[in-house]
T-cell receptor, first 117, second 116 residues
Framework: AQKITQTQPGMFVQEKEAVTLDCTYD???????LFWYKQPSSGEMIFLIY??????QNATEGRYSLNFQKARKSANLVISASQLGDSAMYFCAMREGRRSSASKIIFGSGTRLSIRP | GAVVSQHPSWVICKSGTSVKIECRSLDFQATTMFWYRQFPKQSLMLMAT?????????EQGVEKDKFLINHASLTLSTLTVTSAHPEDSSFYICSARGGVSNTEAFFGQGTRLTVV
């Protein structure tokens, strides 16, 4: 069963507008972590933001914020004031189980974000 | 953030040969490293988890004898694609966790393998 679902294969957004990338997840663990990564055309995976399942506040990192709705099992990424350099693939990911270096991280199918000038 | 270096960044090899990809954590000790495979326009699929000094744990459907993983030290893991075939052509990327932060996984730059 798919555990990370990203329903938007592609999105186009006008520069300077905010954009929300959707992510829902499925897990039976009480302790888990949620990540967003950006992958530009070069292929590298750039860590953007992290939300722990027990974190009460939504995570924020600069222009990135994570809209964490635990009961709905959603972890949407919000990018404010989008820039041309934001054009890339964005992956939602989840670490199941307690925070441990051995806990594997699984990825959603990704959303290709394109910013229009 | 911590630095993970993956080498080579791209490689072209002949069908039937073996290719080794290295993943190094440069400024922290990686107790665990993960190897992913990514086909064009698709997501990252976890292939295996390697722990220093022990055998790797492979995901279902991944051939152990085809994709040899060695995690000989806390800073180095290698993936060897043995007897490569054109269908093995893909983007392989490693990630490492450990050190002070176990929260995020740090990724290498990836290796684009083309088997001709």
């Amino acid at each position: 069963a798919q555990k990370i679902t990203q329903t938007q294969p592609g999105m186009f957004v006008q520069e300077k507008e905010a954009v929300t990338l959707d992510c829902t997840y499925d897990t039976s663990d009480q302790s888990y972590g949620l990540f967003w990564y950006k992958q530009p055309s070069s292929g590298e995976m750039i860590f953007l933001i992290y939300q722990g399942s027990y974190d009460e506040q939504n995570a924020t990192e600069g222009r990135y914020s994570l809209n964490f709705q635990k009961a709905r099992k959603s972890a949407n990424l919000v990018i404010s004031a989008s820039q041309l350099g934001d054009s890339a693939m964005y992956f939602c990911a989840m670490r199941e189980g307690r925070r441990s270096s051995a806990s594997k991280i699984i990825f959603g199918s990704g959303t290709r974000l394109s910013i229009r000038p | 953030g911590a630095v993970v270096s993956q080498h080579p960044s791209w490689v072209i090899c002949k069908s039937g040969t073996s290719v080794k990809i290295e993943c190094r954590s440069l400024d922290f000790q990686a107790t665990t490293m993960f190897w992913y495979r990514q086909f064009p326009k698709q997501s990252l699929m976890l292939m295996a988890t390697s722990n220093e000094g022990s055998k790797a744990t492979y995901e279902q459907g991944v051939e152990k004898d085809k994709f040899l993983i060695n995690h000989a030290s806390l800073t180095l893991s290698t993936l060897t694609v043995t007897s490569a075939h054109p269908e093995d052509s893909s983007f392989y990327i490693c990630s490492a966790r450990g050190g002070v932060s176990n929260t995020e996984a740090f990724f290498g730059q990836g290796t684009r393998l083309t088997v001709v």
